[in-house]
């Protein structure tokens, strides 16, 4: 069967086009840095990517290029520049390796990526907002803050046709009639509404397509590694969101996922255990960190990560294409909202995951870069701890800074979680007497 | 030069036993960042212990341990049926049959030498604690470690010693020698910690109001750990502070529960773990055979 299977060539795909798709992305990038275009920096909770294309502008996300760096083991050379240059340690490591990143011309390991001329994010991490101030500083360029009005205490949602959402939404969408004008300013190309409908039409697609390929996932053996094979969907999630690229990605994924579902076709990994992550991946030991879960039969089946990171798209929000401008506010306000939520609000998610993905453990993974995912997390393991009874390790290290990444003392706590995970189920075997 | 970190080293051997007339014996090498034991087992039953310190080379100090706590029995290596490894350098007893972290193996530890009734373990080890909520057969629930650094340590608490001039094994009484109790110094890092005592002796401060300050900022750092996953008693304490009255009592002092007594050297427990974890598997290795 798995020989037959990689004869369709569909098992694998998503990786490799994946790969593929992020060459040719920074490829892009390359160029456009090279002919002097400026870009649009943006964030991947609530880009705004569907917008900021039908301006032509080429996208940046400097969360990704910060991450790159740690990936491919040179985000220290990075940090350290930074902190030459008078950033201190405690601040947020992605926001240092993009400071590096511009004292350096834009150079990276994937390539070049050009100035901003805009800066375009939202209030879902405070760090953006600061961080936006470097580029205004160093550029001189506009920057945007889209004020996305969140949950107001957990469970306390409204929805469309409530009073509140209504003002929530109409407070959005005044905010991307300002951005419009910012924006046709800034690239001087007017606004296109049909090109606008026409990026939203491939938003729809993605989010349809990541919200199935995460709900086929609860699959047994799980299709995928939420940790590892997961950070390469959801980077094509934000990176090419609202591109015909980017749409064309998720129908071929989803059709892959169908295709390993039906087939009981698996990661690489002898799944003996479904886990949950908490937080965001420890990047500069990325391979190996993902290696002292699978060493011992975990799986990651969902992670936190996979959805605020997409900027709730997980949620699988659909524009009403009839109406572009109010829908785009609205689906701004709910994907961006649950994308908190899944940072602020994490103990109802994770016991509704829990549940769905028949997951066996939790890892709660807080980083010292990121204060804005990390606190609370102790809190919301013991609230966890209350509701359902499931193990949970809490492990601590960083996205980009190698050296507070203790390799040893990650594993330890591993091997021991798991030591429990193994004994828990040999006493539920067990015959009772 | 006098060394007043330096703890003493033990070893001890049941002298009215003899090892031939058991037939399961089994040991745990817990091989730690300051410390290493190993602990033979002669059927279930604590039949010999060492406890030195651990040196630059994980297997030699593996190696040292085991030569020394069966010194004199007439047991060789080749006698014992089952060896299990623990600790940080668990993976590096060339002697063993199987790694078994220290968090589960101090949980049946605990279970062994204080009773099946223990709930919570804390282990104060050399460069790190940890909590470990158990069951009755000492099997671990949840635990929780501290970070990273030794402060609120075995290994900060040798610097102190160090610093002060006081013996290690001394520090704990000095330091209830105080008529109130001072406020506490840093503890999230011995480094720093270390500079806020210097200054605290400049100030005028006497040894005993310094360690008394150290102490109760280390016990209330563990207290803050203990939180993290709930105190159960009944409570138990392993691992070399747990030998620290000033500490010990303090900590009791804020949670408000008493430590059950130690009937055995607290630095033995990760050791007594692995043994009786190699015991179940020799079992089922014979069983198997």
Redo the contacts between chains.
């Keep these: 069967m798995a020989r037959q299977a990689i004869d369709d060539g569909i098992v694998g795909r998503g990786n490799q086009d994946g790969a593929d798709l992020f060459r040719v992305w920074f490829d892009g990038l390359t160029q456009a840095a090279e002919s002097g275009r400026g870009a649009a920096y943006v964030f991947v909770m609530g880009s705004m990517a569907e917008l900021l294309r039908t301006f032509d502008l080429p996208i940046v996300f400097p969360e990704i290029n910060s991450l790159q760096t740690a990936v491919r083991r040179v985000a220290h050379e990075y940090l350290d520049e930074a902190e030459d240059y008078g950033y201190s340690p405690d601040i947020c490591g992605y926001v240092k390796a993009d400071v590096a990143t511009q004292l350096r011309g834009g150079e990276l390991p994937m390539g070049r990526i050009p100035k901003p001329v805009i800066a375009v994010y939202t209030n879902a991490c405070n760090t953006y907002i600061k961080w936006a101030e470097i580029w205004e500083r160093m550029y001189g360029v506009p920057t945007f803050t889209l004020d996305v009005p969140g949950t107001r205490a957990a469970g306390a949602q409204t929805w469309p046709g409530d009073p509140d959402f209504e003002n929530d939404r109409r407070y959005v969408a005044a905010q991307i009639k300002e951005l419009i004008a910012l924006c046709e300013q800034v690239s001087g190309v007017k606004f296109d509404i049909d090109r606008l409908r026409e990026n939203m039409g491939h938003a729809n697609t993605m989010s349809r397509g990541w919200q199935r390929v995460l709900e086929l996932n609860q699959t047994r053996p799980s299709l995928f590694n939420a940790l590892t094979d997961g950070t390469i969907y959801l980077g094509v999630s934000n990176g090419l969101r609202g591109s015909g690229a980017g749409a064309q990605y998720f129908v071929e994924l989803v059709e892959e996922m169908e295709y390993k579902a039906e087939r009981g076709i698996g990661t690489l990994t002898d799944e003996r255990y479904r886990l949950l992550f908490v937080g965001v991946p420890c990047y500069p030991i990325f391979r190996r960190f993902s290696e002292l879960f699978t060493e011992w039969g975990g799986t990651f089946v969902n992670s936190t990560y996979l959805w605020f990171a997409s900027g709730g798209s997980n949620a699988g929000f659909q524009y009403d294409l009839e109406r572009p401008l109010d829908s785009l506010a609205e689906g701004v306000l709910i994907s961006v909202r649950d994308a908190m939520d899944a940072m602020f609000f994490q103990t109802e998610i994770l016991v509704e995951m829990i549940d769905a993905y028949q997951a066996d453990g939790v890892v709660y993974h807080p980083i010292k870069s990121c204060r804005t995912v990390s606190t609370g997390l102790a809190d919301n393991r013991r609230a966890l701890m209350e509701s359902r009874d499931v193990p949970s390790l809490f492990i601590e290290s960083d996205m980009m800074d190698r050296r507070v990444v203790s390799e040893a003392q990650l594993k330890n706590r591993v091997d021991a979680f798991f030591e429990g995970l193994a004994a828990r189920r040999g006493q539920a075997a067990a015959p009772t007497t | 030069m006098t060394e007043y970190w330096r703890w003493k080293e033990t070893r001890w051997h049941d002298e009215d036993r003899d090892w031939r007339d058991g037939e399961l014996i089994t040991a745990g090498v817990d091989v730690g960042s300051v410390s290493s034991q190993a602990v033979v087992m002669v059927d279930g039953e604590l039949y010999a212990f060492s406890n030195m310190r651990t040196g630059s080379d994980s297997p030699e100090s593996a190696r040292k341990a085991m030569d020394w706590a069966i010194e004199g029995t007439g047991l060789t290596l080749d006698d014992v049926g089952f060896v299990v490894g623990t600790g940080?350098g668990r993976v590096n007893v060339p002697f063993s049959d199987k790694a078994?972290?220290?968090?589960?193996c101090h949980a049946r530890g605990a279970n062994y030498m204080y009773g099946p009734s223990v709930r919570t373990v804390l282990d104060m080890g050399g460069q790190?604690c940890k909590v470990i909520r158990c069951d009755e057969r000492g099997?671990?629930?949840?635990?929780?470690?501290n970070?990273?650094c030794a402060a609120g340590t075995g290994r900060g608490m040798e610097v102190f010693a160090d610093l002060l001039a006081i013996p290690i094994e001394e520090v704990g009484e000095l330091s209830l020698q105080v008529e109130e109790e001072p406020p506490p110094v840093s503890c999230t890092c011995v480094v720093f910690a270390k500079s806020e005592a210097t200054a605290l002796l400049r100030e005028g401060w006497p040894k005993s109001k310094v360690l008394a300050a150290y102490c109760s900022a280390m016990a209330h750092r563990v207290v803050t750990l203990l939180e993290?996953v709930?105190i159960e008693e009944d409570f138990a304490i392993t691992g070399g502070i747990a030998k620290n009255i000033g500490i010990v009592s303090r900590l009791e002092g804020e949670i408000g529960i008493k430590a059950l007594p130690a009937k055995f050297d607290t630095q033995i427990a990760g050791g007594v773990g692995g043994a009786l974890f190699a015991q179940s598997l020799l079992k089922k290795k014979l069983g198997a055979n």
């Design positions: 940080y078994i972290t220290e968090i589960a790190d099997k671990v629930g949840a635990f929780v470690m970070d990273k993290q709930g």
